[in-house]
């Protein structure tokens, strides 16, 4: 697919079909503009018909806008599956929070992104026609992007689709591109260690979110099936080395689960654990998922927590709620299109 390329490989591309270099450019310019084929008015049918079977194929099914503001894209691509992002305002500007893959494999037992299990991994290209897509219906272009900041937060396990999401990343922050500083990528993993070593070789300069929700291994395990492949104290170590090696702050998810895992203890293993390290713990209270039953602390009880924490030395915020009304805070991502009807 040809939002799977680079501007340098879509110049090679068109040279192999023995069009002039121009084409390509004309070719980039409308992927990165969002447009169906139909729509690219300076090229000839003749060339439309030769390139369509590799021209991207994905649209906007729905949009689901909640009262705060916040707005979800059902994203369908030419195979019929889909996925779901989440666009965010802030006083900075956008953030869009992007799919990896149809469903996931991890299990968490917290969250609507698993229950179907995985479907299928998500080319580089199709992760960045989420962001090519919602560019466009906010008005933007390649040259006048409206998204600031990208997270690699929603459905799907990023590292479990290693070459795919690294390929996006060169892609969404490549200056011919969309051209978003890495700085403003963040990318969030449930603690696939082998992976984070991975990323750390790449060089990149985004942020790394580990998705922890848990101050035991044992209470981890009971939540997050990659818990028993991988210990906390790996992910630690796995999480030092990537800031020794990136000089980047680390931020840790924690979810706030009643009776599970918000206590005093908690607090105090939970400080004891990231002592001393630059990072950053974001506080969740668990958002409701239907399907689950696993109940969330409340708000009240989720700003103790956080003030237990500082007091403790570390930094840590309670994370604002955002589009709960419409399925699309965190955990509540899933591909079904019939779940959506909200």
């Not at 169906?36 to 590799?54: M, Q």
């Not at 599956?81 to 991890?106: A, D, F, H, P, W």
């Not at 790394?208 to 991988?230: Q, V, W």
């Not at 680390?250 to 689960?257: C, S, V």
Request: glycine residues 8%.
């Amino acid at each position: 697919m040809l939002s799977d390329l680079s501007f340098d490989e879509i110049k090679l591309y068109v040279k192999r079909l023995g069009l002039p270099e121009f084409r390509g450019e004309q070719i980039f310019d409308a992927i990165y503009s969002g447009k169906t084929i139909s729509e690219i008015s300076n090229l000839p049918n003749a060339i439309k018909d030769i390139i369509a079977v590799d021209y991207p194929k994905y649209n906007i099914e729905h949009i689901f806008e909640s009262k705060d503001g916040t707005k979800k894209y059902i994203v369908k691509y030419g195979d019929g599956n889909i996925v779901e992002c989440v666009l965010m305002k802030y006083k900075y500007g956008y953030t869009l929070c992007v799919s990896t893959q149809v469903g996931c494999r991890m299990g968490c037992k917290f969250c609507a992104s698993t229950l179907h299990g995985l479907a299928r991994n998500l080319t580089a290209g199709e992760i960045l026609g989420q962001v090519l897509l919602v560019n466009r219906e906010l008005g933007g272009s390649r040259k006048n992007r409206m998204i600031t900041n990208v997270v690699l937060m929603g459905s799907g396990e990023p590292l479990d689709n290693f070459d795919n999401v690294t390929k996006f990343i060169d892609l969404l922050s490549a200056g011919r591109g969309l051209n978003i500083s890495q700085r403003n990528i963040s990318l969030s993993t449930c603690g696939l260690v082998p992976q984070i070593y991975k990323l750390m070789e790449k060089d990149y300069n985004i942020s790394l979110t580990i998705s922890l929700h848990a101050t035991t291994d044992e209470k981890r395990k009971e939540i997050m099936p990659i818990a028993n492949r991988y210990s906390i104290s790996q992910i630690i170590k796995a999480c030092k080395d990537y800031y020794q090696k990136t000089g980047r702050r680390i931020y840790f998810e924690y979810t706030l689960i009643k009776n599970a895992n918000d206590t005093m203890a908690d607090v105090k293993m939970l400080a004891s654990l990231l002592k001393g390290f630059n990072c950053h713990v974001n506080i969740i209270p668990l958002n409701t998922v239907k399907e689950r039953s696993l109940k969330g602390t409340s708000r009240l009880e989720a700003y103790k927590f956080c003030d237990l924490l500082k007091e403790n030395g570390l930094s840590a915020t309670v994370r604002r709620t955002m589009g709960g009304d419409i399925a699309g805070a965190c955990g509540q991502l899933r591909n079904s299109l019939l779940d959506n009807k909200v």
